[in-house]
Every structure is written in C-alpha cells, then in structure tokens.
T-cell receptor, first 114, second 115 residues
Framework: AQKITQTQPGMFVQGKEAVTLDCTYD???????LFWYKQPSSGEMIFLIY??????QNATEGRYSLNFQKARKSANLVISASQLGDSAMYFC???????????FGKGTMLLVSP | GAGVSQSPSNKVTEKGKDVELRCDPI?????LYWYRQSLGQGLEFLIY????????KSGLPSDRFSAERTGGSVSTLTIQRTQQEDSAVYLC?????????????FGSGTRLTVV
C-alpha cells in the first residue's frame, strides 16, 4: 500500500519569501513517481512538478523545486519568491511502479501575504 | 477537446434521487480516473478506466456508485439513491498513458450537494 503524509494543514508566508511544503511517503516499491499539484480556489487541479525515484537530480520547474530525499522518503516542494497567486491548496501525490492511479495526501493550504 | 470537461459544474439534488455526472476527457487519452474530494479533505480515488474497461474500481464506496465509459471517451459516474454524505466535489482526470511519470490532467469538477 502507498501512503502520502502532509503534516502542515496550513502555511503562511510573506510575499517574495521562499516556502517549503512538506511531504513524506511510504511505499515498498523501488520504482515510483512523486507529483505536486496546486488547487486554487477555482477548484481545478494544476500539475506543478514530477520526480522519479531514480532521478539523481532534484526536479525544478521555474519557481518550483522538489527537495527529494530518498532515504528519508520525503519530497518537499519549495516555492521561491512567493507571489499572491501562489495562495492555494497544494497536494503531494505518488504513483508506484505497479499502480496506475495516483495516491494523494490531504493537502496544505498556503496563504501568501502582500 | 482542449481540456477535460465535466458537467454539470454544480448539482443540487434531493436525498434519495439518482444523479449522473459526466466527464469528457482529452481526445486520445486512454486512461480516465474519477476522484472525490470532500470538504477540507484530500482526493479519494473512486475508479480507473483504461479504454472502456475498469481494471480498478476498488474506491467505489458502495454499490450505489457505478461508472461506465463508452467509445474510449466519455465517462458517466452514476450515484443512485443519493445520501447527504455523498456531497462532495467529484473530479475527473485523464492521461495519455499510464506510465509512472504520467501525470493527470484534471477537469474542474462537479460540486454535488445532497439536501
């Protein structure tokens, strides 16, 4: 079974600062993929970034980077230079090697102040 | 189409009535997924389609829930004899392949309220 844990129900950050959203996972698979999605108040889920378990480098996409620590089974999302538009719910998810579906965490609500 | 389309966007129904939720995936996407998101909760997996077959429907919460997909395209999620605990946002997603690195493209969801 796969499990995703996001321990921060809510986070508050000042605009232009960096923020880290925590995600830990549990799986017995050797090969798996980790994803982060953003859900603004409009409700649509927006894909942000992907990290494969065998990728040697941390994934980056613009202001988003994934701090992947395989031994600790953590896949934290780092948002640099936060903006008001980053205020949203953020979900960490994973897909194991033998599974076709994504397993999601409960999410972290991020609020960015001006 | 350009994105995943879900209809209706909002549905209010009386307890005990049946409802049908529709999902039109991105053209050519063979995999289709239904999730449910209750207020303040994460996404709960319901069912996964590959083509017209459903290799994983382990998340359907009861036999009141059913889903089908026709022509490898449109899918319908049906909830019979709705209950108040069925109130949630129902999200549909599709993907081109089911490989490990394939993320989903989500629709905007159907907000179901059972009164």
């Amino acid at each position: 079974a796969q499990k995703i844990t996001q321990t921060q129900p809510g986070m508050f950050v000042q605009g232009k600062e960096a923020v880290t959203l925590d995600c830990t996972y549990d799986t017995s698979d050797q090969s798996y993929g980790l994803f982060w999605y953003k859900q603004p108040s409009s409700g649509e889920m927006i894909f942000l970034i992907y990290q494969g378990s065998y990728d040697e480098q941390n994934a980056t996409e613009g202001r988003y980077s994934l701090n992947f620590q395989k031994a600790r089974k953590s896949a934290n999302l780092v948002i640099s230079a936060s903006q008001l538009g980053d205020s949203a719910m953020y979900f960490c998810a994973m897909r194991g090697g033998g599974y076709s579906t994504l397993t999601f965490g409960k999410g972290t609500m991020l609020l960015v102040s001006p | 189409g350009a994105g995943v389309s879900q209809s209706p966007s909002n549905k209010v129904t009386e307890k005990g009535k049946d409802v049908e939720l529709r999902c039109d995936p991105i053209s050519g996407h063979t995999a289709l997924y239904w999730y449910r998101q209750s207020l303040g909760q994460g996404l709960e997996f319901l069912i996964y389609f590959q083509g017209n077959s459903a290799p994983d429907k382990s998340g359907l919460p009861s036999d009141r829930f059913s889903a089908e997909r026709t022509g490898g395209s449109v899918s319908t999620l049906t909830i019979q004899r709705t209950q108040q605990e069925d109130s949630a946002v129902y999200l549909c997603a599709s993907s081109l392949v089911t490989g490990q690195s394939s993320g989903y493209t989500f629709g905007s969801g159907t907000r179901l309220t059972v009164v």
